[in-house]
């Protein structure tokens, strides 16, 4: 037997699955590191059917090597990510919501009493038509109806001057007055932008009060002090009766 040992070559050692250190590989099977010394080695090992013996691949694990050669060095690298990371998140600015340059312009009408179908057609139609061949860089216009309110929404091109766009949409929104239904508004021209969210919506009822009467007192009372606060946009009142009507 012990005769039978010496007679294994390192061929031999190969295909009946033992490696240069001495362990028994399976087909398929990854062995533990094997050491002698400084080096470190990891055997695989996988089966070839084709020829009916096992392959060894032997990989040096150089990363094993030189941390257990430097390893105040790899502690001190790990110290060092970790405080950078710390002062990062710290020092890192952070907003709820962040300006987002959108190239989006918003029409609004309003006609108090009429049907979305005559709004579309007296309002959005007459506007998306003028718009298209007035307005420059358009890339595509969204509009929605509701019941004495229409929202125009038009899409410039990325890179498009959007200030120059709302010029553009101010001055041929009145020059359409004159041809909308008589005693109409000049529309509501907001420049949107994704941070513009609605962060708060009050409704106003009072026994004893009218329409009119919570019209007014919305729109003289309590819009001027909500105007106040900066960076806040207070739209005028919609529902209820003016002190006109």
């Given at each position: 037997m012990k005769a039978a040992e010496h007679r294994r070559t390192p061929e031999r050692k190969r295909r009946m699955g033992?490696?240069?250190?001495?362990?028994?590989?399976?087909?398929?099977?990854?062995l533990p590191l094997c050491g002698t010394g400084n080096t470190y080695l990891r055997c695989?090992?996988?089966?070839?059917?084709?020829?009916?013996?096992?392959?060894?691949?032997?990989?040096?694990?150089?990363?094993?090597?030189?941390?257990?050669?430097?390893?105040?060095?790899?502690?001190?690298?790990?110290?060092?990510?970790?405080?950078?990371?710390?002062?990062?998140?710290?020092?890192?600015?952070?907003?709820?919501?962040?300006?987002?340059?959108?190239?989006?312009v918003s029409v609004i009408w309003s006609y108090a009493g009429?049907?979305?179908?005559?709004?579309?057609?007296?309002?959005?139609?007459?506007?998306?038509?003028?718009?298209?061949?007035?307005?420059?860089?358009i890339e595509h216009i969204e509009s929605q109806s509701y019941n004495g309110v229409s929202v125009i929404k038009v899409f410039f091109h990325e890179g498009a001057k959007v200030e120059a766009g709302v010029a553009q949409i101010t001055s041929i929104m009145q020059t359409l007055l004159r041809i909308m239904p008589p005693?109409?508004?000049?529309?509501?021209?907001?420049?949107?932008?994704?941070?513009?969210?609605p962060i708060l919506q009050l409704g106003l009822n009072g026994k004893g009060l009218?329409?009119?009467q919570l019209y007014d007192l919305g729109l003289n009372?309590?819009?001027?002090?909500?105007?106040?606060?900066?960076?806040?946009?207070?739209?005028?009142?919609?529902?209820?009766?003016?002190l006109a009507r």
């Open positions: 033992i490696c240069d250190h001495g362990h028994v590989l399976e087909c398929g099977s990854v695989v090992a996988r089966s070839d059917s084709a020829h009916g013996f096992v392959r060894i691949r032997i990989h040096n694990m150089w990363i094993v090597r030189l941390a257990l050669r430097r390893p105040y060095s790899f502690t001190v690298m790990a110290i060092l990510i970790v405080l950078v990371g710390v002062v990062t998140i710290t020092r890192m600015s952070t907003d709820i919501f962040p300006n987002i340059n959108i190239p989006v009429v049907a979305p179908e005559e709004m579309e057609k007296r309002f959005v139609t007459v506007s998306e038509r003028a718009m298209t061949t007035t307005v420059n860089d005693g109409t508004t000049p529309p509501l021209i907001i420049q949107y932008s994704a941070s513009n969210v009218s329409e009119q009372f309590i819009r001027t002090q909500l105007a106040t606060i900066q960076g806040a946009q207070v739209p005028l009142p919609y529902g209820g009766k003016s």
